[in-house]
């Protein structure tokens, strides 16, 4: 029983490096979603995804692409790593509308 | 748009003590309304939810009423714990149309002295 599984936990980028944050969930959730957390202001939504081949943007999704290819992944690209995008970034999935998420443990990343 | 009010933090608590924290929220229509907590170093984990308007959503002694005339979600505990000390966010999704969106509060630091 995983859950929802992230990869990496810590990542260092230097300004202007691509990378790709991973997001795996083994619950069959419909949909997943990309959010941000930093100090001071709570949890802001990048990208989501209601199902395989459909993903929507969010709050925040300047500098960030996401796929769907399957209903089980779901990663998140940082095109240009920019300093704005230091953060924490957790990965959500859940069943229904009215049920709640399940989120990864998040990745801490730091762009220099 | 639809937003979330928390109280400010932090908390700093005694043991047994009897907690509030206060939420408040902006919607259009009718939200779920939701408590996340995060332990140190970890991901969000739900507390307790409410769908509609005068549900009450418990769990680990913990509970919120969903109150649509003062649009709040207030989460209380009688007696809390060293163990319950976390972040604490109140959320809310609302509606088909907006996806999968949750819209959470800021969060409050709870610290519990023993």
């Known amino acids: 029983n995983a859950g929802v599984t992230q990869t990496p936990k810590f990542q260092v980028l230097k300004t202007g490096q691509s990378m790709t944050l991973q997001c795996a969930q083994d619950m069959n959730h419909e949909y997943m979603s990309w959010y941000r957390q930093d100090p001071g202001m709570g949890l802001r939504l990048i990208h989501y995804s209601v199902g395989a081949g459909i993903t929507d943007q969010g709050e925040v999704p300047n500098g960030y692409n996401v796929s769907r290819s399957t209903t089980e992944d779901f990663p998140l690209r940082l095109l240009s790593a920019a300093p704005s995008q230091t953060s924490v970034y957790f990965c959500?999935?859940?069943?229904?509308?009215?049920?709640?998420?399940?989120f990864g443990s998040g990745t801490r990343l730091t762009v220099v | 748009g639809n937003s979330v009010t928390q109280m400010e933090g932090p908390v700093t608590l005694s043991e047994e003590a009897f907690l509030t924290i206060n939420c408040t929220y902006t919607a259009t229509g009718y939200p779920s309304l939701f408590w996340y907590v995060q332990y140190p170093g970890e991901g969000l984990q739900l507390l307790l939810k409410?769908?509609?308007?005068?549900d009450k959503g418990s769990n680990k002694g913990f509970e919120a009423t969903y109150r649509k005339e003062t649009t709040s979600f207030h989460l209380e505990k009688g007696s809390v714990q060293v163990s319950d000390s976390a972040v604490y966010f109140c959320a809310l999704s609302e509606g088909e149309t907006s996806g999968s969106r949750l819209t959470f509060g800021e969060g409050t630091q709870l610290t519990v002295n023993p």
């Open positions: 409410a769908t509609k308007a005068d």
């Open positions: 959500a999935s859940r069943t229904t509308l009215f049920s709640g998420y399940t």
